[in-house]
């Protein structure tokens, strides 16, 4: 609630793809969160993510599912990026 009440979800909602167990890519915008981190996604479709990727530029992530945490006002499914490639497909808006 308090990530989404600063005002920075993004219009592309994380987009899943079929790919081994575990693994995810995800295309949209990701941001900054003070209290959260790196996210991408809103609402139910929310993932944490654990590497470097650039922020606020339209990319498709590539990553590994490692849990659900916990972390108080930041709940979303954990993502450690194994690589990223930019999506010119995708724009980046914030609302």
């Known amino acids: 609630m308090a990530c989404a009440a600063i005002g920075?979800?993004?219009?592309?909602?994380?987009?899943?793809?079929?790919h081994q167990a575990g693994y995810i890519e995800l295309k949209g915008?990701?941001?900054?969160?003070?209290?959260?981190?790196?996210?991408?996604?809103?609402?139910p479709n929310t993932y944490v993510l654990s590497g470097v990727v650039p922020w606020n530029t339209p990319i498709?992530?590539?990553g590994r599912k490692t849990g659900n945490p916990n972390?108080?006002?930041?709940?979303?499914?954990?993502v450690a990026v194994t690589g990223y490639t930019l999506n010119p497909k995708t724009s980046c808006e914030f609302r």
């Not at 920075?8 to 079929?18: F, S």
């Not at 915008?29 to 609402?43: D, E, F, I, K, Q």
């Not at 972390?71 to 954990?78: E, N």
């Open 60 to 62: 498709t992530v590539f």
């Open 8 to 18: 920075m979800t993004t219009q592309a909602e994380a987009a899943k793809r079929k």
């Open 71 to 78: 972390l108080g006002w930041c709940l979303g499914t954990q």
């Open 29 to 43: 915008c990701a941001y900054w969160s003070p209290l959260c981190g790196t996210r991408m996604g809103s609402g």
